[in-house]
């Protein structure tokens, strides 16, 4: 079946300006998770969404950083006033976000982002 | 909140002898446990997880992991490395029982050595 798709691929943009950055789940999964990995980096937190409920925006870094998710399905991660330090690849991921089952997380392929 | 740690950010093993990859965490609660790796120029993959159950976690490609609740570890083994191994290795942690996210370790590199 098919896996959690992101788009674009590859984004290259000038400093100050404007990106989105699109995800599309697994069909079902309830769940929905950004993270951010810089080169050498681990995976950080961006934002979490599960259901109907508010999400999680804790690790989102500065308020130039804003996601939402139409139809409790795909999700847009948008950047304002991009900056070189945004520079990294943009994981998305989904589960099926039970509190009963196992929370595996199923990753997309990333969108790699480079702020010139 | 709940935290994870990789303490190791490189681990070198020759061919052939076991490996272990180290983690620790914190949590409040009970905690769901997971192994993810990822393949240079590819995308994170699930390896395995810990719910509950028996302490000892085997997971695909051979791996497994140990569950250790007075440690607070929940480190990845396999008896015996192959070069095909190499990549980045990732713990994560979720406060079970709760509606929450699910945090990452930093990594660690597994180089293994021909």
């Known amino acids: 079946g098919a896996g959690v798709s992101q788009s674009p691929s590859n984004k290259v943009t000038e400093k100050g300006k404007d990106v989105e950055l699109r995800c599309d789940p697994i069909?079902?999964?309830?769940?929905l998770y950004w993270y951010r990995q810089s080169l050498g980096q681990g995976l950080e937190f961006l934002i979490y969404?599960?259901?109907?409920?508010?999400?999680?925006k804790s690790g989102l870094p500065s308020d130039r950083f804003s996601a939402e998710r139409t139809g409790g399905s795909v999700s847009t991660l948008t950047i304002q006033r991009t900056q070189q330090e945004d520079s990294a690849v943009y994981l998305c991921?989904?589960?099926?976000?039970?509190?009963?089952?196992?929370?595996?997380?199923?990753f997309g392929p990333g969108t790699r982002l480079l702020v010139l | 909140a709940q935290s994870v740690a990789q303490p190791e950010d490189q681990v070198n093993v020759a061919e052939g002898n076991p490996l272990t990859v180290k983690c620790t965490y914190s949590v409040s609660g009970n905690p769901y446990l997971f192994w993810y790796v990822q393949y240079p120029n590819r995308g994170l993959q699930f390896l395995l997880k810990y719910i509950t159950g028996d302490n000892l976690v085997k997971g695909s490609y051979g791996f497994e992991a140990e569950f250790n609740k007075s440690q607070t570890s929940f480190h990845l083994k396999k008896p015996s490395a192959l070069v095909s191994d190499s990549a980045l290795y990732f713990c994560?942690?979720?406060?079970?029982?709760?509606?929450?996210?699910?945090?990452f370790g930093k990594g660690t590199r597994l180089h293994i050595l021909p």
């Open positions: 069909s079902g999964h309830t769940a």
């Open positions: 991921a989904s589960s099926l976000g039970s509190l009963a089952a196992s929370e595996t997380q199923y």
């Open positions: 969404f599960q259901g109907n409920s508010a999400p999680d």
């Open positions: 994560a942690v979720r406060d079970g029982g709760r509606d929450d996210k699910i945090i």
